[in-house]
C-alpha cells in the first residue's frame, strides 16, 4: 500500500472566511470609532467614582478610628468621674450613717436617763406608799392591842374617865 499523503495546508483560507475577518475588521473599526469613547468614559466615571468611594471610605475610616479614640477617652473619663461620684456617695452615706449613729446613740443616752429618773421617782412613790401603809397599819396593830388590853383590864373605866376629861376640857 503506497500512501500517498496529500497535506492540506495549515491554514485554508476560503471566501467565506475572508469576509468574515473583513467583517471583524470593520466591527473593529466602528468599535473604536464610535463606541470606544462613550465606553471610556463610561469606565472612567465608574474608576473616578470608585476612587472617590475608596478615599471617602479611607477618610471615614480615619475619622472613625479618631472618632472612637476620643469615644473611649470620654468613655475613661465618664468612668473616672462616675468612680469619684460613687467614692463621694459611698463617703457621705458613712458619714451620714456616722451622725445617725451619733443621734441614736445620744436618744438612746437621753431614753435611759429619763427611764432612770422615772425609776427613782417610782420608787420613791412606792417607798412613800408602803411607809403610809406600815404607818397605818402600825396604826391599826397598836388600837388592837390597846383595845385588847383595856378591854382586858378596866376597859370601861378608863374609856369612861378619858372621855370625861375630854368633855370637861
Known sequence: MNLTAQTMPA????????WQIINFLILIFIFNKHLKK???KILKKRKDIISNDLEEAK????EAIIEREEAEKELKEARRQADEMIFIA???ADQRK??????????RDKILKSAEIEVG?????????????????????AEK???EKLDSKHSN???NNFINELGEE
Open 59 to 62: 477618610k471615614n475610616k480615619e
Open 157 to 159: 373605866n378608863l374609856i
Open 11 to 18: 491554514i485554508s483560507i476560503d471566501i467565506n472566511m475572508f
Open 38 to 40: 462613550p465606553l471610556n
Open 98 to 107: 456616722e451622725e445617725i449613729l451619733r443621734g441614736a446613740t445620744s436618744q
Open 121 to 141: 421617782k417610782m420608787k420613791a412613790r412606792a417607798k412613800g406608799e408602803i411607809r403610809e401603809e406600815m404607818q397605818a397599819l402600825a396604826v391599826k396593830l
Open 145 to 147: 392591842i390597846i383595845k
Open 90 to 92: 459611698e463617703k457621705k
